[in-house]
């Protein structure tokens, strides 16, 4: 039981901030941890609306308090000495660069950006039976990019074939567009756990990078 809550633990999320409190990427909690140990970076506890900073042995004491009166709000990683919550937040200690000012175009984030649901029939799929549409085919001179990519089921990837959808007679949901911040932080930021990200994240002037 200890080791799989353990190894529970281990997989949650925490979003890394620089020097200056600016969000930089996602990592696990067993990297968050090994930066805490080794004091290159701090945690960033957010409670109603105030914040404050624990380094490792700190946030250990504090995880004490919290393991007793609010147990039910964390994640934990259980050791055969202590139990210690996962932080939501850190701050790296030493580390001022700017996060990176645009998103990636790579398959992942263009099935995130459209929430793996086909573009054409509306309907959701598994990753593995969606396809990446070309809304003008390549053969009339569409492009790889953000505008012209969408994802589309097997079926609909079949029936459009090599026309655009207008000559297909089908109808995009909704317009493809570049996305101002990774995709990817939409589908973390819709548990409950992530919240306190919000705090850090402007969607309109950087984005974050998931490692």
């Known amino acids: 039981m200890q080791t799989a809550q353990l190894q529970l633990g281990l997989e949650c999320r925490v979003l890394v901030l620089n020097k200056h409190y600016m969000a930089l990427r996602v990592i696990c909690a067993k990297r968050a941890f090994s930066l805490l140990c080794r004091e290159q970076a701090e945690v960033v506890a957010c409670d109603d609306g105030t914040f404050a900073n624990y380094d490792f042995h700190m946030w250990r004491q504090v995880s004490e308090a919290k393991h007793t009166f609010e147990a039910h709000k964390y994640d934990w990683v259980s ?10 937040v850190i701050r790296l200690l030493f580390y001022d660069r700017l ?5 990636k175009f790579n398959r992942r984030n263009i099935f995130a950006r459209d929430g793996n649901r086909c573009q054409y029939c509306g309907k959701k799929f ?12 390549r053969t009339l001179g569409g492009k790889s990019t953000w505008t012209n990519i969408v994802c589309a089921c097997t079926a609909c990837n079949v029936r459009k074939g090599g026309r655009t959808p207008e000559q297909a007679r089908m109808k995009l949901i909704q317009k493809p567009e570049k996305p101002k911040r990774n995709p990817v932080i939409g589908v973390h930021l819709s548990a409950d756990r992530y919240q306190s990200w919000k705090q850090f994240l402007d969607h309109a002037y950087w984005s974050v990078e998931l490692t």
């Open 79 to 88: 050791t055969v000495h202590f139990a210690i919550a996962v932080p939501r």
């Open 99 to 103: 996060p990176r000012q645009s998103v």
């Open 126 to 137: 598994p990753t593995p039976e969606l396809s990446l549409d070309h809304v003008v085919p």
